[in-house]
């Protein structure tokens, strides 16, 4: 198969220019036009985007997302590799289990899938999963994401049996007991609507628990790899700054929404708001983004958790936690800080930047490369509209603004995954 891309320009480029995929992969640049002809109309391409935290649920819980739907909303919103989640039902801890999700998604043209394994057993925090047979299933990252790892010798020797075998391990950083029924940010919000909080120090806890017990094994010359899943608080970020410094094998990823949202969402009592761990406070927004700035923050994720309309209208202490916006994150973030940031800064931090987390190859867009890739208008500007959303929640704490930087066009492995029309 041969695509020829016109009328595009490069990230950091005026100049239009077109590019030529064959078999999968980039065979030029201004080549003679060839195969398939497609106009980019002026968009600026880059390398297609890679999500390291997403819920896609499936198995066992598709009346929220599936395969096929996760990962259209994943191709229409720029992302050519998606790591899903395994907190479904059943957990994905079988073998079986990821390989029927790797056939499936292999099926679709869609978004590439790279399933997430959990760490434990059921994701109990009991007993390690059978992390060698996950691996050599296709798993390529350990996580209870969904659950906190209370047990810290469990999760102190996932991290070396993963170190053993190459890998991350991806941890959901609160210490369940002083998270306790806490529903959001613990503050004035909070005590103000008379609703539980969930203190900034459950996750700064349970960050330095994990850092310490990190550089105890790093101290023995048994060096392992944790990724800090959706830092939220100033405090917590503060620790994983110092870790770096510290030479230790600590990362972080930060989401849009704790950068654009604040507590203060929360004074209209709208589930739609509420996501674990909870928005916070302005500060900690302002905090997160300047890690972004200086590097202290790795990655951009979105942990993209779909849920039922009827489940997010419950009361707000009962409706489940999580936002779903894959479609929505590189826009959201070229219009909120494409000034403060750059397109280039934010295109690493959804590409490159999570590429280095895993220890995966950085994505380019060189001859020769693996032809994936995005082009994004980054000067229309659209409405959101959550009716228009290919993932199954249908809704959004932006609906109606005006974004813009939408992606047109995104191939994976040289295969048109999503066209705008």
């Known amino acids: 198969m041969i695509i020829t891309i016109t009328n595009i320009k490069r990230v950091g480029s005026d100049e239009l220019t077109s590019v030529t995929i064959e078999n999968g992969v980039i065979k030029g640049w201004n080549l003679p036009e060839d195969g398939e002809v497609i106009d980019g109309h002026g968009g600026t391409v880059a390398p297609a985007l890679i999500e390291l935290h997403a819920h896609l649920r499936e198995p066992g819980q598709t009346q929220k997302e599936d395969l096929a739907s996760g990962l259209a909303a994943a191709a229409a919103g720029g992302y050519g ?7 479904t039902s059943p957990v994905i801890d079988d073998p079986a289990i990821v390989r029927s999700l790797l056939e ?107 850092i310490e017990i990190v550089a105890g094994l790093a101290a023995q010359g048994r060096p392992v790899r944790l990724h800090v899943q959706h830092l939220s608080t100033a405090r917590a970020l503060d620790l994983v700054r110092d870790a770096k410094k510290r030479g230790l094998g600590v990362t972080c990823e930060v989401c849009p929404h704790h950068l654009t949202l604040t507590d203060e969402a929360l004074r209209a009592f709208d589930a739609v708001y509420k996501v674990a761990p909870p928005l916070r406070t302005q500060a900690d927004a302002d905090h997160l983004l300047e890690g972004l700035r200086d590097g202290s923050v790795d990655c951009l994720a979105t942990d993209h958790a779909p849920h039922t309309r009827a489940e997010k209208e419950r009361d707000l202490l009962d409706a489940p936690s999580g936002i779903a916006y ?28 999570p590429a280095r987390v895993m220890g995966w190859p950085e994505p380019t867009l060189d001859t020769g490369a693996p032809a994936d890739l995005v082009v994004f208008d980054l000067d229309t500007q659209r409405e959101v509209k959550p009716t228009e959303f ?6 959004t704490p932006w609906a109606g603004e005006t974004l813009k930087g939408w992606p047109v066009l995104t191939v994976v492995d040289g295969k048109v995954a999503y066209r705008r029309e």
């Not at 894959?326 to 930047?353: D, H, N, Q, W």
């Open 390 to 395: 290919k993932s199954k929640a249908k809704f």
């Open 81 to 87: 590799t998606v790591v899903c989640m395994p907190n």
């Open 326 to 353: 894959i479609e929505l994150a590189f826009p959201l973030m070229y219009t909120r800080f494409g000034e403060s940031l750059g397109l280039e800064k934010i295109v690493e931090l959804l590409t490159a930047a």
């Open 104 to 210: 499936k998604a292999g099926t679709l043209g869609q978004a590439r899938l790279k399933p997430a394994a959990a760490l434990t057993r059921g994701q109990q925090g009991e007993a390690l999963a059978e992390l060698t047979y996950l691996k050599n299933a296709g798993a390529v990252m350990f996580t209870d994401d969904g659950r906190t790892n209370e047990n810290a010798r469990v999760l102190r020797l996932g991290l070396e049996t993963a170190a053993s075998l190459g890998m991350v391990v991806s941890v959901h950083a609160e210490d369940a007991s002083l998270r306790a029924d806490g529903v959001m940010n613990e503050g004035a919000v909070s005590e103000a609507l008379g609703v539980p909080g969930n203190p900034a120090a459950a996750e700064a806890a349970r960050v330095a628990r994990d």
